[in-house]
């Protein structure tokens, strides 16, 4: 699929301008209400901006399952058949779980050289105290029931894009095997795609403002004080992802050359957008716009990408070891090698089944606490900052997703 030039109203280099003059403003204002209002006006005014936000995460939502399904079964259609499609999704899998642990290591590795956790010295909660958060323990059927569809309308409804995956990967099979015979169908589809991108472009408008939003109401609430109460977790926190980008980007040349630099070139806004409101998911459509102009070819990135958006999240991934770790160092709670590899592989499977549950990341966490007899009320030590440390991972998880797709075409000899 290529993309209509009509998709280059605003230039890539202005929107993530105005993308990041957004985040910028997003501080000023939110320090400002901050300082101005106590907190029952700062609820109010708090409460009108994340309007704003959902308006437009809203509006994502509503392109992402459409835009799955019509790029995924349209390329699966282009390949022509299962062994094509096997060898891509096999070498996307070796990727995602490479990538994965990978990350984990290096949050394992970070962490215990920087013990972020070990000034806290917190005495151990009483038995039971609760976080607030809904308990749900990762399990083969929970997985099962995450991956598998009962109805592909309800998998749209609930933007469970692994669901709609499966459903299109079967779809787009039969399409190829049918020849001739689903040319008509592949064709519609492929103008669903085109006009799903169009439809992109004109929510792409409304990104500054949700970006704002965001970030204004997330500083208004805590304000920039917990920057310095969370300073050094925070701190070592992003170090940790800057080394995670670093070490995937030099991986990613060893297979793209040059062509790495002008891939972080076209995913500029894509990140910038996860980063701001703290949503890979938002990202999604203007990043599948980004890869293609990039050069990836629309069959890998259309299949390889919402496979990522469930198996490669690559931010949320240290994040989980950096927080399982950084609990047990404030508990004093020494935990051995052997025990934080177990916990590492425990986390890399476990993580797969609950992509697309809200706070995915700390439903996870707090299974693995209970695992490894961590008190799991340590998690409140976390949830103050964990919307400023999930626009870290989102950005991350956004630019992991995106070298998969384009070290995968490069391996496909698909990359233009």
Known sequence: MTTHPASHAH????????????????????????????????????????????????????????????????????????????????????WFFSASLLSLLLGMLLVNLMAPGESLHMELPPPGAETGLQKSAPSLSGL????????????????????????????????????????????????????????????????????????????ARQGLGMLQSYGVFIGEFFLGLLTLWVVLACIGFLFLGRRIFSLLRHIREPVLLAFGTASSEAAY?????????????????????????????????????????????????????????????????????????????????????SMFHIPEAGLLLLLGVDQLLDMGRSATNVFGNSLAAAVVSRWEKALK
């Open 11 to 94: 230039p890539p280099n202005r929107q993530a301008q105005q993308v990041l003059i957004a985040l910028v403003l997003g501080v000023i204002a939110g320090e400002i209400l901050n300082r101005s209002f106590g907190e029952a006006k700062l609820l109010q005014i708090t409460g009108l901006l994340s309007v704003l936000t959902d308006v437009f995460m809203r509006m994502i939502k509503m392109i992402i399952a459409p835009l799955v399904f019509a790029t995924l079964v349209v390329g699966m259609g282009k390949m022509g058949d299962g062994h094509t499609v096997g060898r891509i999704g096999g070498k996307a899998i070796l």
């Open 144 to 219: 099962i029931a995450h991956i598998f569809p009962k109805s592909i309308v309800e998998a749209m409804a609930e933007n469970e894009i692994l669901q709609i995956v499966v459903f299109s990967m079967f779809f787009g099979l039969a399409c190829a095997q049918l020849g001739e015979l689903a040319e008509p169908m592949l064709k519609s589809l492929d103008s669903l795609g085109h006009i799903m991108l169009k439809v992109t472009g004109y929510v792409m408008h409304f990104a500054p403002v949700a970006v704002f939003s965001a970030i204004a109401s997330v500083i």
């Open 285 to 369: 459509p203007k990043l599948l716009q980004q890869l293609e102009r990039f050069g990836c070819e629309e069959r890998v990135c259309g299949f390889v990408l919402p496979l990522g958006y469930s198996f490669n999240l690559d931010g949320s991934m240290m994040y989980m070891t950096f927080a399982v770790l950084f609990i047990a160092q404030a508990y004093g709670i020494h935990m051995p090698l052997p025990e934080q590899l177990l916990m590492l592989l425990v986390l890399l499977f476990t993580s797969k089944g609950v992509a697309g549950v809200p706070r995915a990341s700390l439903v996870v966490i707090s299974a693995t606490l």
